[in-house]
């Protein structure tokens, strides 16, 4: 059974860092896309980063030099490290993998980052 | 960048049939995936490839994707359908997923 548990969210101040973390079960995140979506108070879904096959990855223009992608393959767990947090990164973040037509065919439950200011 | 739009919100009796449009620039050139949301849940995949139906997801729900705009359609609606649903396609031109800004559909 596939299974996605992010971890991590918390309460920071601007201008902070965290890193998430989310580990993946019932697959292989070595040879599958990995991506984090984020999800602000009351607002819409807004992808965040994908991770794919051979490392490459890919960033919102909103995070492209604060945050990063990884993914640890023996860990079988992926992350996104955040620098430079800002209020409007605050939101629930969702890790999400892509299955065959690379639509998110799994999602976690969720972690939240609240960002003061 | 690559912009889709969804209407704010739809409303439905029971019953009948909905449509929610999700609206961009040759659409119908991309593969379109739809999610649905409950409130205090994650996202759920009930469309992919424009009309595919993951394992799980009822025969109600259908897609459709030609030229600027892509449906989904859900028949016979029932109370339990009542959620956020988004659009989503990948972006070639900036390697970028976007989602639609979500539909909000209300079962009268």
């Known amino acids: 059974e596939v299974q996605l548990v992010e971890s991590g969210g918390g309460l920071v101040q601007s201008g902070g860092s965290l890193r998430l973390s989310c580990a993946a079960s019932?697959?292989?995140?070595?040879?599958?896309?990995m991506n984090w979506v984020r999800q602000a108070p009351g607002k819409g879904l807004e992808w965040v980063s994908l991770?794919?096959?051979?490392?490459?990855?890919y960033h919102a223009d909103s995070v492209r030099g604060r945050f990063t992608i990884s993914r640890h393959s023996s860990r079988n767990t992926v992350y996104l490290q955040m620098h430079d947090l800002r209020p409007e990164d605050t939101a629930t973040y969702y890790c999400?993998?892509?299955?065959?037509?690379?639509?998110?065919?799994?999602w976690g439950q969720g972690t939240l980052v609240t960002v003061s200011s | 960048s690559y912009e889709l739009t969804q209407p704010t919100s739809v409303s439905v009796a029971p019953g009948k049939t909905t449509t929610i449009a999700c609206g961009g620039n040759?659409?119908?050139?991309?593969?379109v995936h739809w999610y649905q949301q409950k409130p205090g849940q994650a996202p759920v995949l009930v469309i992919y490839?424009?009309?595919g139906r993951p394992s799980g997801i009822p025969e109600r729900f259908s897609g459709s994707n030609s030229g600027n705009t892509a449906t989904l359609t859900i028949s016979r609606v029932e109370a339990g359908d009542e959620a956020d649903y988004y659009c989503?396609?990948?972006?070639?031109?900036?390697?970028?997923?976007?989602f639609g800004g979500g539909t909000k559909l209300t079962v009268l």
């Open positions: 490839y424009d009309s």
């Open positions: 991770i794919y096959s051979g490392n490459g990855t």
């Open positions: 999400a993998k892509s299955g065959y037509s690379r639509s998110f065919d799994f």
């Open positions: 019932g697959f292989t995140v070595s040879n599958t896309y």
């Open positions: 040759k659409i119908g050139t991309k593969s």
């Open positions: 989503q396609v990948w972006d070639s031109s900036t390697y970028h997923w976007v």
